[in-house]
């Protein structure tokens, strides 16, 4: 079965510290591997993606293809980084997306 | 450059009642989304075409749930008659070529059934 797993549905924690937040996938194929971030009162939007192995606004994601996770890695957090990130999964070359149920991170002051 | 427009922002309507959902998506793009997101829970994708054709609508309900893209640009998707559990936000994406690529959303449509 193709899965996304976010275990934690709230990350609170406070500015200036590491973040991570957890992704595990299920899929027997290749799979592309994405973060989607939702600002408040703004509309889903891309993050990053494994394939481009790059860093945005400071956060990177390697794909563990061993342990089937893409976790999300912060190494000082910001207030602004307060939103509801998704982790996806794409299947084939479709473009379908299969969503995590979501993390809300809380940076406080 | 203009996002993926999507009217009304929010809808509400009473059990078995039929509702109608509008997506424009980017100029150009030739991937359309529909997805449905339950409060609490990720965005599920119901139907996906490329141009005028459906790829995908393995998850539409396809007892009550409607979805066309005539002339391959905007789209619209309709609940008829919608249900209780229908209450949801749909969220209507776009991409160039739908290789795995970046999806560009809309707003979303609110819906509340009541």
């Known amino acids: 079965a193709q899965r996304v797993t976010q275990p934690e549905k709230l990350l609170s924690v406070f500015k200036g510290a590491p973040v991570e937040l957890k992704c595990n996938y299920s899929y027997s194929g290749s799979p592309e591997l994405f973060w989607y971030v939702q600002y408040s009162r703004q509309r889903l939007q891309l993050l990053l993606r494994?394939?481009s192995r790059e860093s945005i606004k400071g956060f990177t994601a390697d794909l563990n293809k061993g342990e089937t996770s893409f976790h999300l890695k912060k190494p000082f957090a910001q207030e602004e980084d307060s939103a509801m990130y998704y982790c996806a999964l794409g299947t084939g070359n479709t473009g379908k997306l299969i969503f995590g149920q979501g993390t809300t991170l809380q940076v406080k002051p | 450059e203009a996002g993926v427009a999507q009217s009304p922002r929010y809808k509400i309507i009473e059990k078995r009642q039929s509702v109608a959902f509008w997506c424009n998506p980017i100029?150009?793009?030739?991937?359309l989304y529909w997805y449905q997101q339950i409060l609490g829970q990720g965005p599920k994708l119901l139907i996906q075409f490329q141009n005028n054709g459906v790829v995908d609508d393995s998850q539409l309900p396809k007892d009550r749930f409607s979805a066309e893209r005539l002339k391959g640009v905007d789209s619209t998707l309709k609940i008829q008659p919608a249900k209780l559990e229908d209450s949801a936000v749909y969220l209507c994406?776009?991409?160039?070529?739908?290789?795995?690529?970046?999806?560009?959303f809309g707003s979303g449509t609110q819906l509340s059934v009541l």
């Open positions: 994406a776009s991409s160039l070529t739908g290789d795995n690529e970046k999806l560009f």
């Open positions: 100029s150009g793009h030739a991937t």
């Open positions: 494994h394939i």
